[in-house]
């Protein structure tokens, strides 16, 4: 029944390391942006990274530039974002979305409102 289900979120010191994995529907998966976002208490939502299913491009914010990484296994309708160097501002729910095509407009990725469909998210806590 859901399209997107994330997982591998857990309350980790800060320095460790974590990979979330989002599974998606076939219907939801091929052929466009797949979207990582997280949200904090009281905070917007944050575009964290994307990726291309149909080849592999991908985006990453500056805020975890360098330290998260976004990823895809098509055969599996598995995208996942490895996370390393954890920081307490990293804590928050980390959700995944897709869109239905290809994003055309640079910086498109990042924007909530252009994925259309969402998973119900899993909790990351980094305490220092």
């Known amino acids: 029944q859901e399209l997107l289900v994330e997982s591998g979120g857990e309350s980790v010191q800060a320095g460790d390391s974590l990979r979330l994995s989002c599974a998606i529907s076939?219907?939801?998966?091929?052929?466009?942006?797949v979207g990582w976002f997280r949200q904090a208490p009281g905070q917007e939502r944050e575009g964290v990274a994307a990726i291309y299913t149909g080849g592999g491009t991908t985006s990453v914010a500056d805020s975890v530039k360098g330290r998260f990484t976004v990823s895809r296994d098509n055969a599996k309708n598995t995208v996942f974002l490895q996370m390393n160097s954890l920081k307490p501002e990293d804590t928050g729910m980390y959700y995944c979305?897709?869109?239905?095509?290809?994003?055309?407009?640079?910086?498109?990725?990042?924007?909530?409102?252009?994925?259309?469909?969402w998973g119900q998210g899993t909790q990351v806590t980094v305490s220092s």
């Open positions: 076939e219907s939801a998966y091929s052929n466009r942006h």
């Open positions: 979305a897709a869109a239905e095509l290809p994003f055309t407009r640079i910086g498109l990725w990042s924007r909530a409102s252009a994925y259309k469909y």
